[in-house]
């Protein structure tokens, strides 16, 4: 079992920064990487940014040169610094976690964190 933490979410500017957390505990060495996604009012969820346990970052080309998906050194936690934030950012982010223990995988999720985007 993994349990995920989001923080950080708030109302900001259109031009702002935000910078989510998520943190990991229980079954950490089960992670496999760990994901940002979003879901805005009456769409989909959809993938913004991920890192591997080996460190490697992947963006949705919608957030590429403006945000940037970090973790800690001991790798329980995750951050995704968002800069120049849009309107059409506004979105539950969701921190997720594919694990994997032998040949069982899973998928985990946070709660969300509200992100809202406004003058």
């Known amino acids: 079992q993994v349990q995920l933490v989001e923080s950080g979410g708030g109302l900001v500017q259109p031009g702002g920064s935000l910078r989510l957390s998520c943190a990991a505990s229980?079954?950490?060495?089960?992670?496999?990487?760990m994901n940002w996604y979003r879901q805005a009012p009456g769409k989909q969820r959809e993938l913004v940014a991920g890192?591997?346990?080996?460190?490697?970052?992947n963006y949705a080309d919608f957030v590429k040169g403006r945000f940037t998906i970090s973790r800690d050194n001991a790798g329980n936690t995750v951050y995704l610094q968002m800069n120049s934030l849009k309107p059409e950012d506004t979105a539950v982010y969701y921190c997720?976690?594919?694990?994997?223990?032998?040949?069982?995988?899973?998928?985990?999720w946070g709660q969300g964190t509200q992100v809202t985007v406004s003058s």
């Open positions: 997720n976690a594919p694990t994997q223990w032998g040949s069982l995988w899973n998928d985990y």
């Open positions: 229980g079954n950490i060495f089960s992670i496999r990487a």
């Open positions: 890192i591997s346990i080996a460190g490697v970052t």
